[in-house]
């Protein structure tokens, strides 16, 4: 029993390790960050002020652009923060330092838990970045409180690990940082094609029926809900029901495509 309990305490500490070193040379490497944080910024700016007069169109329920926005580009910035674990990983498998670690005592869970772990630290730096801009210079709204501002990062966190898990199989797959381009169009093309932008009521033709049964719409939902009113049930269940299967494809996804990684 406590040979077990022990492997299992090394097994965690290996992922730390995992997640400190990406962190690290995140901190060695500023541009890896930089971009993840601007991006979100630039999005609830430029949407927020251009489009400024759309909430007045029915399906937005708030009298603010910003309120709208906010949650989604805070979306937008996790998920780019996402392709994190998936470039590290990228670079280590050009350079074949990614062997050693496969080559290592340390389980496929362990690796991949460090390199998402990674992924997700990094999403809350640009999502505090968006909350700092909307509160602090855009004047945003947050009716839903102190429970608002947990059920934005909860979000942020979650699409972070959906997302470094998705673009892990890919860069499992491909062997190359060329493949984190893969991954930002289908992160993208997700993003865009939902609620981000305008209500369900807002869209027409066969955008209302891809935005309609994307997972991202109900996430999106579950986030924007404490900028809009009060949190509810009612509003969080289809948001953690997307998450979880969206986290469980992923997830068997990346560790389908690390057990075929040549050594």
């Known amino acids: 029993m406590t040979s077990l309990s022990s492997y299992w305490s090394n097994q965690w500490l290996i992922t730390a390790a995992i997640t400190k070193r990406g962190l690290l040379r995140m901190r060695r490497l500023p541009s890896l960050l930089i971009p993840s944080i601007i991006m979100p910024i630039f999005f609830v700016i430029a949407f927020s002020g251009s489009f400024s007069s759309v909430v007045q169109l029915d399906g937005y329920d708030t009298n603010k652009a910003v309120n709208w926005m906010a949650a989604w580009a805070i979306l937008q910035g996790s998920a780019f923060s996402g392709l994190g674990g998936g470039g590290l990983t990228a670079t280590d498998l050009e350079n074949g330092f990614f062997d050693r670690l496969r080559a290592a005592p340390i ?87 939902s609620v981000g932008q305008a209500p369900l009521e807002a869209i027409e033709g066969w955008l209302y029926h891809v935005a309609k049964y994307n997972p991202i719409t109900h996430v999106i939902r579950m986030g924007r809900q404490g900028f809009l009113g009060d949190v509810t049930w009612a509003g969080t269940q289809p948001g953690l029901i997307s998450i979880a299967l969206l986290m469980a494809g992923a997830g068997i996804w990346a560790r389908g495509c690390y057990r075929k990684v040549d050594i």
């Open 107 to 193: 389980t496929p869970a362990s690796l991949i838990a460090g390199l998402v772990g990674y992924s997700i630290t990094r999403a809350t730096l640009p999502t505090t970045a968006v909350l700092i801009v909307s509160f602090g210079v855009l004047d945003a709204d947050m009716p839903g409180g102190i429970l608002g501002f947990v059920i934005a990062y909860f979000t942020a966190i979650a699409i972070a690990a959906v997302m470094s898990l998705f673009v892990l199989g890919i860069v499992f797959k491909m062997k190359t940082l060329k493949s984190l381009a893969v991954a930002q169009v289908v992160m993208f093309s997700m993003m865009f094609l």
